[in-house]
């Protein structure tokens, strides 16, 4: 689906709205009774109607774990409504593995017997909810039930169910089979979680691949669509894993098993691009996919104008990112355009206006002909043009995405967003260009231009940046924009959202969605206050209350942004509906690898300025800060590899300062521990740079081991592990080294420190042989790998190698 970027709400400091009244209201049968109550009323059979079902919501939210197990005739209850209470009662989290096996078959039973859709999709719900091996062992019977409802939510459940990836492989593979194959709304369910394990399993088999290639020919154009999603989730792993050579090794695996032609041909074209920096051949079979889906377009045949409309923009599209890569402006220029009318054939199905799912692909294809776009934009600059005609392109580009966004948000209520979405998609030029070393291959016969090499690729990346930041004021942080543009009275609508009619009128449309989605959600919010009250009047339901006033608070924050005077260039309301992007720091570790810390830290000063001067809205408060923090670690650990390391010291703290600030407003907010591990790994990625600076800049190893444990307790992966080994062995403890050696699996990221590690603990060998790895198979260019060598050189962890010849050739000394 789409890679819209939601944003993590902040926590709001204004005042209480007016909003409802909070009153207790007119007393009703439940007032005034307990959950244990309630639940003898309803095995007794008390009540009918509304206020039964009112009777069963209490005691879902209040019964005491000790009695959950005597609520589990509510599951054969007169009522549906009520049988569906009590199913998701029985994946309350604070029951955690009590009774879980009771549960389970419970709730299989229903799943498996009741007659109403409802009370079965919240049953498959909680076992889903519930995970483990029983639990998913019941999901996968529960999948080729013979009613087709049960099978489909036990399948929706068992693709998002922890524990369940057994059971998941068992059934895909029965796809192939003669009998007992899951019908085709199950497998399409499972298929893309299926293709993601795929991916991270190394030892899959060509029978784990041949349920894949069978579902890409499958008759059923929904099992068809799963499987291409699987297989694009499949690739994208693959090539982020950064291993050489497999996804080209899978790819021509699945060939070999009969995968669809089209399919390959585009596979192949994104391998080509993102993974082996081999733009000729990425052309070669990006013009195949061309020529065979042209063909398919004719009048005479007979096939699915609209998905032969979607493969030929992609084959377009990827013939015009090699013809970029090869120097082919023109051509470029030419297939990226053609991509754009593919596209816009599709679009104009207006599938925006059929059902749901139709709505949410058409939002997809909105998401796509804008990285179109961003790949126009792309094309003019590698003209040598950043002036008006490239502008013109980014600001189509920011429009586009802004349509995605406004039916995306009238769809689902609200969604905040920004450039990142666009440019982190699958094939953004961002990850089939920039993330390359260069590109091999020349440009076609008459071009003058050669394929890019990794220092064209660094500017290019860094002026569309700043074209991107020029037509969409504070959404692209750390970015100067074009000298001149924003004070021409010709450019005033490209470079202003709010003077161009047409995008403000999309943020307008933005904005209205959100607010009439809060007001619904106010509403639900204000109902679930009033039955708390009824159930136990005179105590304040302070879950409720709480949830209620951020809801409130929330209106009035967004009502009073649309009062602020601009800030940043941009009204409040405007910049809340946009997440300030990532790129300048995606840029800046560019700038690094090549070897300029100084312009790369510069860029992440700027970008800290950028969001600060700007102002960090509510709507993405979370999301602003860790901007900021990533920035500062950028420019700490550029300050140690100038060898400034007070410098980088100073920056580091206030980074840890600030993510432990966040992580101390989200705990006080009840956020759960998968949204505080993401910054919890962040601050450890900072202790760490504070750990590195203070034992070589700072000759201050006690400073530096502080800083590492508190590191360690944060993080306790392999590549903290092999850290933890090197401070043990530092420190002398050379048998709780070597024993946390043996746990570690050597890699790209855990080379150099292994290095450190053999290295402090005297094994010569060893340590030679990782450094030769990390420094000869580890860096994107010739200035990272220097760079490398000049930090080995002066590490005091290498400084028993310094001596040997090899060390002296390896780190480039003599």
């Known amino acids: 689906m789409i890679s819209l970027l939601l944003c993590c709400l902040g926590a709001f400091s204004a005042p209480l709205a007016t909003g409802p009244s909070l009153t207790a209201g007119q007393e009703s049968p439940v007032d005034r009774v307990s959950p244990d109550v309630a639940l003898t009323r309803l095995v007794d059979g008390d009540l009918a109607g509304p206020a039964r079902v009112e009777l069963a919501r209490g005691v879902a939210e209040g019964l005491p774990v000790a009695r959950v197990l005597e609520a589990l005739p509510l599951l054969v209850d007169r009522d549906p409504e009520v049988r569906a209470i009590a199913a998701s009662l029985l994946s309350r989290p604070d029951l955690g593995v009590l009774a879980s096996r009771e549960r389970v078959d419970a709730l299989t039973r229903v799943a498996g017997s009741d007659s109403d859709r409802r009370v079965i999709e919240a049953a498959v719900e909680a076992l889903g909810q519930i995970g483990g091996p029983g639990a998913s062992a019941a999901l996968g019977r529960l999948a080729v039930d013979d009613v087709d409802a049960v099978a489909e939510a036990a399948a929706r459940a068992l693709a998002g169910a922890a524990d369940a990836l057994e059971p998941l492989r068992d059934l895909v593979r029965r796809s192939t089979a003669t ?3 899951p019908r085709a709304a199950v497998l399409a369910a499972l298929l893309p979680r299926y293709g993601q394990w795929l991916a991270d399993d190394e030892a899959a088999t060509a029978a784990d691949h041949a349920p894949l290639v069978f579902s890409l020919r499958h008759p059923s154009p929904e099992v068809r669509r799963a499987a291409r999603e699987a297989f694009d989730r499949l690739i994208s792993r693959l090539i982020d894993s950064a291993v050489p050579g497999r996804a080209s090794a899978l790819l021509g695996k699945l060939g070999e098993l009969g995968i669809e032609r089209d399919v390959a041909l585009y596979q192949r074209a994104r391998i080509c691009l993102a993974a082996e920096g081999d733009a ?12 065979s889906r042209g063909l398919l377009l004719r009048p005479s045949a ?4 609209f998905e032969s409309q979607l493969w030929l923009f992609r084959g377009l599209y990827l013939k015009g990112v090699a013809e970029i890569a090869l120097g082919e402006h023109e051509a470029a220029s030419a297939s990226l355009s053609g991509a754009a009318g593919a596209l816009d054939v599709a679009l104009s199905e207006r599938r925006d206006l059929l059902s749901r799912p139709e709505r949410l692909r058409h939002v997809d294809l909105l998401h796509q002909r804008a990285v179109i776009e961003v790949a126009r934009t792309l094309a003019v600059v590698a003209r040598g043009d950043s002036g008006l005609a490239a502008l013109e392109r980014a600001r189509f580009a920011h429009l586009v995405h802004l349509e995605a966004q406004a039916v995306f948000a009238e769809i689902e209520g609200d969604v905040t967003t920004g450039w990142d979405g666009l440019l982190a998609a699958d094939l953004s030029p961002y990850r089939l260009l920039f993330g390359r070393r260069g590109f091999a291959g020349g440009a076609s016969e008459g071009s003058t231009v050669a394929a890019l090499d990794r220092a064209t690729i660094v500017r290019l990346e860094g002026t569309l940046g700043r074209v991107l930041a020029t037509v969409s004021p504070g959404e692209l942080p750390g970015f100067e924009p074009i000298e001149g543009a924003a004070g021409s009275v010709l450019l005033k609508q490209v470079t202003d959202p709010l003077a161009d009619d047409q ?22 919010a204000d109902a679930a206050y009033r039955r708390a009250q009824r159930r136990a009047p005179g105590l304040l339901p302070e879950r409720e209350f709480e949830a ?9 924050v967004a009502a009073q942004a649309i009062q602020q005077e601009p800030r940043g260039g941009a009204p409040g309301w405007v910049r809340d509906l946009r997440i300030p992007g990532s790129a300048a720091l995606w840029f800046a570790q560019d700038l690094t690898e090549e070897g300029r810390g100084v312009e790369a830290r510069l860029v992440a ?8 001067a700007r102002g960090i809205s509510n709507w993405w408060f979370y999301v602003g800060h860790e901007r900021i923090a990533r920035a500062q670690l950028l420019q700490g650990s550029a300050f140690t590899d100038e060898g400034r390391g007070e410098d980088a010291e100073e920056v580091l703290l206030r980074a840890v300062e600030r993510i432990e600030d966040i992580q101390k407003q989200l705990l006080e907010n009840g956020a759960s521990p998968e949204a505080l591990s993401g910054f919890r790994n962040l601050q450890a990625s900072a202790l760490v740079s504070l750990a590195v600076n203070a034992n070589v800049r700072l000759q201050a190893p006690d400073r530096a081991r502080s800083y590492y444990e508190r590191a360690y307790e944060l993080r306790k992966d392999e590549f903290m592990r092999t850290l933890l080994a090197c401070y043990r062995a530092r420190s002398g403890a050379e048998t709780e080294a070597r024993a946390l ?5 050597p890699g790209p990221g855990t080379w150099y420190n292994l290095a450190c590690t053999h290295a402090l603990l005297g094994d010569v060998e060893e340590a030679l042989g990782f450094l030769k790895s990390e420094l000869e198979l580890n860096h994107a260019s010739l200035e990272s790998r220097a760079r490398q ?10 400084a028993s190698l310094r001596d040997d010849p090899r060390f002296r050739r390896l780190v480039r000394v003599d």
């Not at 000063?605 to 600060?612: F, G, L, N, Q, V």
């Open 179 to 181: 009998e007992g194959r």
């Open 280 to 291: 000729a051949g990425a052309l070669v079979a990006a013009r195949e996919l061309v020529r």
């Open 302 to 305: 007979r096939t699915d104008a």
């Open 503 to 524: 995008r403000r009128e999309l943020f307008e449309r933005i904005r209205a969605a959100r607010l009439s989605g809060l007001e619904a959600a106010i509403e639900e």
């Open 548 to 556: 209620l006033q951020r809801l409130q608070r929330r209106r009035m």
């Open 605 to 612: 000063s700027r970008m800290e300025r950028d969001i600060e």
């Open 741 to 745: 050696l043996r746990t570690i699996r």
């Open 789 to 798: 060598q000049e930090w080995a050189a002066e590490d005091p962890d290498l």
